[in-house]
């Protein structure tokens, strides 16, 4: 997979040199490009905001230098085109289904914007021509869209086929389609037996594995229950055992 970053802050982009998406990368898996926005900005303060139309606090980000870097960075490859992911607060939720259909694409294209976003004309203009996704990671305000592309390249990363040292780590995962959908996952252990006066829960030990899903289930219901109790109305009744019992 290609994935081109477009910001005024290239630099923030270093960890994914690191950990999963850098060995990603060092393996040809992951190629990434990041672009310095300046680049496309001709005046000699190099600007890229501007004042907004019709008055307000903050500045937005002008059409123009977004618009270059855009055909630039889309005439690299002309014989494919990138699904372009302009993170703001106000898109939609990000979530694993957004995560899993990003996986499945040869090629993404991130504008993560700073002050208070990009002039709307240029998703407009590139979603007339492409497909454009207005993405938010939560409910809240970060400073800029760069730590949200870190969370996206990270959990759309490590959906691609040998990333992850384990296959079946991504398919347990909570909220990963399946049996689970929708379950927080539960607690888990591993070896000292005992720590600090603590002991693991016995059933653990027990080897007997039909027991040790039914409690990993009813761990997830439970943690589900306690943290995310909206989540329990989206359960769907297919996914339900009949030894499921809401608490
Ligand atoms: Cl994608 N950008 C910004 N600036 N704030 C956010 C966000 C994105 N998602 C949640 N808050």
Redesign the pocket.
Known sequence: MRIDVISIFPEYFAPLDVSLIGKARERGILDVHLHQLRDWAHDVHRTVDDTPYGGGPGMVMKPGPWGEAIDDVLAADPRSRPRIIV???S?VP?TQRLAMEYAAEPWLLFT??RYEGIDSRVMAEYGSRLRVDE???????????EA?VLVMVEAVGRLLPGVLGNARSAVDDSFAPGAMENLLEGPVYTKPPEWRGREIPEVLLSGHHGRIARWRRDEALRRTAKNRPELLAELDPESMDKHDRLL
């Open positions: 993170p703001t607060p898109g990000f993560p914007a993405v938010s990671i939560g409910d809240y305000v970060l400073a800029g869209g949200a």
